[in-house]
T-cell receptor
Framework: DAGVIQSPRHEVTEMGQEVTLRCKPISGHDYLFWYRQTMMRGLELLIY????????DSGMPEDRFSAKMPNASFSTLKIQPSEPRDSAVYFCASSAPGQGPYGYTFGSGTRLTVV | GENVEQHPSTLSVQEGDSAVIKCTYSDSASNYFPWYKQELGKGPQLIID?????GEKKDQRIAVTLNKTAKHFSLHITETQPEDSAVYFC???????????FGTGTKLQVIP
């Protein structure tokens, strides 16, 4: 299994531009999570999906952020317009109840820099 | 909601010594406590976990303990090696798959 695949690995964009981060979960995993990691705030859950349906988006910082999961093998996190304070590493993770091991499998992350 | 506190934030040990990282949680309904290791430039990786019906779990040089009454859980690494150097996160949730709350992380440095 290739694990959770995120793209791009690095993204540098100018303030005001739209940014789209992509994630392919592990096949058969029906939960998908988007996290943001910064030095100041650590790992923050932004949103998670179950069977492609958003369950909890209370961590999405503001309306500039949106996430979709059009099918079981693909999700996007979009920031429009981007701001310098959005600079962080964004992780996608997936998990599957009833299958071992328990817990999340994280992707390698997308390092976003907004200048 | 759940709040997980983790200490210390940084920890330096000599190779071969033991390292202990401690966490507390606030939600008495939490019953699943995973630990993740994050190496530089990578995503966190699950290294060990414990459920609330178990007080201790070991996997080679790594062990976790849980005190549900006190809402404390700890990670113990024995005979530390340089490759153990990383950031370690504790976490808590009501089960292993839905919303997991992470601690703030401990940067462990093992000095050769």
């Amino acid at each position: 299994d290739a694990g959770v695949i995120q793209s791009p690995r690095h993204e540098v964009t100018e303030m005001g531009q739209e940014v789209t981060l992509r994630c392919k979960p592990i096949s058969g995993h029906d939960y998908l999570f988007w996290y943001r990691q910064t030095m100041m705030r650590g790992l923050e859950l932004l949103i998670y999906f179950n069977n492609n349906v958003p369950i909890d988006d209370s961590g999405m910082p503001e309306d500039r952020f949106s996430a979709k999961m059009p099918n079981a093998s693909f999700s996007t996190l979009k920031i429009q317009p981007s701001e310098p304070r959005d600079s962080a590493v964004y992780f996608c993770a997936s998990s599957a109840p009833g299958q071992g091991p328990y817990g999340y499998t994280f992707g390698s992350g997308t390092r976003l820099t907004v200048v | 909601g759940e709040n997980v506190e983790q200490h210390p934030s940084t920890l330096s040990v000599q190779e071969g010594d033991s390292a202990v990282i401690k966490c507390t949680y606030s939600d008495s309904a939490s019953n699943y406590f995973p630990w993740y290791k994050q190496e530089l430039g990578k995503g966190p990786q699950l290294i060990i976990d414990i459920r609330s019906n178990v007080g201790e779990k070991k996997d080679q040089r790594i062990a976790v303990t849980l005190n549900k009454t006190a809402k404390h859980f700890s990670l113990h690494i024995t005979e530390t090696q340089p490759e153990d150097s990383a950031v370690y996160f504790c976490a808590a949730s009501h089960d292993g798959y839905q919303k997991v709350t992470f601690g703030t992380g401990t940067k462990l440095q093992v000095i050769p």
